[in-house]
């Protein structure tokens, strides 16, 4: 009781200074003290008054599901309380802890930020050669000339297995741990941001426009989020989907529609057309769900906008008004949100707001990015859109920094091609060009 209290004071203190994900989340929260009670309970029930089973059991593994889930140092943590409590008052408690903590940890650092399936073989991999290493340090002081090399293979044997074991039940618990909490794995957002993704092939088909916006985006979002140290691939996947709901009605949103036709939203009362673009968030979170896509996701279909008001209809709704906004219910104009809970699907609104006017206005000096990059993050500070992200006015200076170097890329000037008539001389045009 009292190792208990003291470690449990210990997560508590540590935990109060490092906010994780499952923390400020109560489902979260129960299921991981779940998962590291079953570990616990398994531990004390199978390997007391046991020789080789201690070597046997995967104890890495919850190291490394709670470092694919919640991050590096909450897997780092919480197998370390795991281990005190399943080797206390049993026979060589410091070997054994030292079994299940270096290759824990050596692996949790190999699992990376576990992106690919042969991260979790290396980490498999680790955790066996590292505990052959241990068992030999150990083994061979207290063996001593009389050493039974039989026994140690045996030993090295259940150590291999532990290896293979570990990983083999990160992978199988982590898929349903993240379906029950509705988060996302590395590899599950790698899944989702393939190209051939079904709802992505919805979206590129039904509306292209909207998918080269939602790529631009996405390069835009991503690299934001890399320079303030949030999820990066989290905020790429999300970039990808957050406008699919437009796939449902694609001409009615300016990217989509061809030259020289009529705009669809010519004809339609301000309320109508504001109606019309809104629904298209309404409109994403119910194909997200259809394609059953994580909650986590859907977030960013749902706050991307936040509680912003459609701006173009609403000032034209105010100037048929002949200029009395008390005449305009702002409210009809008005995206659902909510507002950003994150960082990253603030991030997203920034981005997105921030491509949309550069695409429109077109800048042409660095000035005017910066100008443009400044006035979106300013009016969602004013909106109240940043109120809940936790972004410092560091971040939102590093965020700003890195938009205007990603979109300076587009200012870049191009080659003049010339005449497609051959100068006298010339053999061919195509001999001189090189392009």
């Known amino acids: 009781g009292v190792l208990t209290l003291i470690i449990s004071i210990l997560l508590w203190r540590y935990f109060s200074y490092r906010q994780t994900a499952f923390i400020n989340n109560m489902r979260g929260l129960l299921l991981v003290g779940l998962i590291f009670i079953i570990f616990l309970v398994a531990a004390r029930l199978t390997i007391p008054n046991h020789a080789i089973v201690p070597y046997l059991y995967p ?3 919850f190291g490394l599901l709670i470092a694919t889930l919640f991050g590096v140092d909450a897997g780092f943590v919480l197998v370390f309380a795991l281990t005190l409590l399943t080797v206390y008052n049993i026979p060589d408690p410091l070997g054994l802890a030292t079994y299940y903590i270096l290759p824990a940890f050596i692996s949790i650092l190999v699992l990376g930020k576990a992106r690919r399936f042969w991260s979790f073989v290396s980490a498999g991999l680790v955790i066996s050669v590292t505990g052959m290493a241990i068992l030999l340090a150990y083994w061979m002081p207290a063996s001593g000339a009389d050493a039974a090399w039989f026994d140690f293979a045996v030993l090295a044997g259940a150590a291999a297995l532990n290896g293979i074991a570990s990983a083999s039940l990160t992978l199988l618990l982590q898929f349903f741990v993240a379906q029950s909490l509705g988060l996302t794995t590395a590899l599950q957002l790698l899944e989702y941001s393939r190209p051939d993704a079904v709802l992505l092939q919805f979206l590129l088909r039904r ?3 909207t998918y080269q916006h939602s790529l631009q985006v996405a390069n835009l979002a991503e690299r934001a989020a890399e320079s303030i140290g949030a999820d990066a691939l989290l905020v790429r996947v999300g970039a990808l989907y957050h406008d699919v709901g437009k ?9 989509n529609q061809t030259l020289g036709n009529l705009n669809t939203h010519d004809d339609l009362e301000p309320e109508e057309s504001s109606a019309l673009i809104i629904r298209h968030v309404t409109d994403g979170v119910e194909l997200a769900k259809k394609h059953h896509l994580p909650d986590r996701i859907i977030d960013f279909i749902r706050e991307h906008h936040g509680t912003n008001i459609t701006r173009y209809q609403y000032t034209q709704a105010v100037n048929k008004a002949n200029g009395d906004a008390s005449k305009v219910d702002e409210e009809k104009f008005r995206y659902p949100g909510p507002a950003p809970r ?29 100008e443009i990059v400044q006035k979106v993050i300013k009016m969602s500070q004013q909106n109240g859109q940043l109120d809940h992200t936790q972004l410092t006015l560091r971040e939102l200076k590093l965020i700003s920094d890195s938009f205007v170097a990603t979109l300076r890329g587009n200012l870049h000037s191009r080659v003049e091609y010339p005449s497609s008539s051959t100068p006298k001389g010339a053999k061919n045009s195509s001999d001189r060009e090189n392009i």
């Open 59 to 61: 104890l890495p593994a």
């Open 207 to 209: 509306a292209p426009g």
């Open 247 to 255: 796939a449902n009605n694609p001409l009615f949103f300016i990217e």
């Open 342 to 370: 994150s960082r990253e699907t603030a991030l997203l609104m920034l981005a997105d707001g921030t491509e949309a006017i550069t695409r429109a206005k077109r800048p042409q000096k660095e000035s005017e990015l910066l």
